[in-house]
């Protein structure tokens, strides 16, 4: 099991950009594939961005590509997501994942373990 923790949210104006962090602790941090989710207010937890245990790949939802993007550093057990170009809609809780394998992966119920979240609001 690891501990997650996310930083970096705040308030921000359309157009602009934000940098999240999540902070892992308690586990083989380099072991593990690693995702953002974000819940919108009033709707489900969905998936933005994931990368693989060495960060050699990445995956995107779709409405995410080409604005952000996500990385890892292993020896310093620190995930982000680097968020340009952002939008109103935009604006939800984002959460980090994790769960031990090589992958990477998409869906909610892959991941075992979640941060609390940071709350990112884009005003338009």
């Known amino acids: 099991q690891v501990q997650l923790v996310e930083s970096g949210g705040g308030l921000v104006q359309a157009g602009g950009s934000l940098r999240l962090s999540c902070a892992a602790s308690?586990?083989?941090?380099?072991?593990?594939?690693l995702g953002w989710f974000r819940q919108a207010p009033g709707k489900e937890r969905k998936f933005v961005a994931a990368i693989s245990w060495s960060g050699g790949t990445v995956n995107y939802e779709d409405a995410v590509k080409g604005r952000f993007t996500i990385s890892r550093d292993n020896r310093k057990n620190l995930l982000y997501l680097q968020m340009n170009s952002l939008k109103p809609e935009d604006t939800a809780v984002y959460y980090c994942a994790a769960r031990s394998g090589s992958g990477y992966y998409t869906l909610e119920s892959n991941y075992d373990d979640w941060g609390q979240g940071t709350q990112v609001t884009v005003s338009s």
């Open positions: 308690g586990g083989s941090f380099s072991n593990y594939g």
